[in-house]
């Protein structure tokens, strides 16, 4: 006999202790993001983590309205509307801390989908060296956020940890004395002595709006989440020339390209030579189980080093790592198929002087990714190699999520 459908009166409370039991699973286990999703005739949960989906839960069919209409309540939006994607929030207690849930939902053509984005909640702002920048790339970054005014920006996809590298730098401006402001969808790490706005686009309240608000605030750094549109991108580019350290993200594949980027949404040359200070372009990649990698043998790290361009096997030579071991993933229980845990891989662009020369004459990306590997900037593939030579990832790793260079 089937089971009979829930009477509506139950079909929230029916879905509290099945949805906290994911919740506290999700942020016991580290994952990012939640995915509730309905197929024809089967309900699946599942978590990203260390950038990967898996499966963690199927609950029964049966409570698949009860769950999606409890995750609708909590956020605030309208459990009728179905058709339409809705935005929402949730504050979500865990142990002695808040947790700020994103919730996301989309119909589909057998239901509502909802994606539910855990926002960092540890509180905890790693340093440069925990990120995984390499030394010299450091001091690069930290000579550029040093400038009293200009524009440095983190470049990458959706999830590469733009936002933690952002606050790793404001970490080591924040004084009494500065005067810091941010603007995000939303704040998602607590930065004490920063004033920071969320932003809401319903309100009216864009970054666009905010940031010319911020400018009449008298402040020293201002952090924009994201340059989404032109508008944002021309009062940021004002701000760095008069006076201002601004610190921002743009979506681009490699640091180079953000330059070209800039001038298709509209900047002037003059504008993006005499404001952009310094670029860079992030990747995480997944960390060898320290329990369980193995190391390759001599042919085997001969085989793979003859396959590698010049430029690429200097990347091993100058890693300050002593063994120069390379290790591949294996997998055990304290581990994902190998892998436990991410670091990030950056390419570092100053903008020179022989950059700055190259921007106001309007080169292409080929010009100017040639001059910046000439000053000594590395490819995400050869950053990525480093890490490899160290011994915290492997080279399907490396290979997966750079391009050739």
Known sequence: MATPPLAP???????????????????????????????????????????????????PWRLRD?????????????IAEKRLPQDGRIQYPHGTDIIDLRVSSLPTLHGEKIVVRILNFSRERPDLVTLGYEPDD?????????????????????????????????????????????????????????????????AGLTFAVTLRALLRQ?????????????????????????????????????????????????????????????????????????????????????AFLSKLSPQEQHSFHATPSPSR????????????????????IYQIMPISTALQALILRDSNVQALTQQAVREGMRTLRQAGWLKVAQGITSIEEVMALTAHG
């Open 138 to 202: 450091q001091a690069r970054l930290k000579q550029a956020i040093a400038q009293p005014h200009g524009m440095v920006l983190m470049t990458g996809p959706t999830g590469s940890g733009k936002t933690l590298s952002l606050y790793s730098c404001l970490d080591l401006l924040n004084r009494p004395e500065v005067n810091i402001s941010t603007v995000e969808d939303p704040s998602e790490i607590h930065l004490p002595g920063a004033n920071q706005v969320n932003v809401n686009e319903r």
């Open 66 to 78: 009860a769950m999606v209409s409890r995750l609708k309540v909590l956020a605030r939006m309208d």
């Open 325 to 344: 071991s390379i290790y591949q993933a294996v997998g055990c229980s304290a581990c994902d198929q190998g892998y436990r845990g991410r670091i990030g």
């Open 9 to 59: 009166a139950n079909l929230e409370s029916s879905a509290v202790k099945p949805l906290d039991e994911l919740f506290q699973k999700a942020l016991e286990q580290g994952a990012s993001d939640i995915h509730f999703e309905s197929a024809e005739a089967n309900f699946r949960v599942r978590f990203r983590m260390d950038g990967r989906l898996q499966i963690a839960a199927t609950p």
């Open 218 to 302: 008298d402040p020293d750094v201002i952090m924009v989440g994201e340059i989404r549109d032109t508008e944002t991108a021309e009062i940021a580019i004002q701000a760095a020339q008069t006076g201002h350290l601004v610190l921002s993200t743009l979506h681009t594949n490699d640091a180079p390209s953000t330059l070209t980027r800039l001038q298709h949404m509209g900047i002037a040359p003059f504008n993006v030579a005499a404001s952009v200070l310094l670029i860079t372009a992030q990747r995480l990649l997944r960390r060898l189980c320290a329990h369980c990698k193995r190391a390759l043998n001599p042919t085997q790290i001969e």
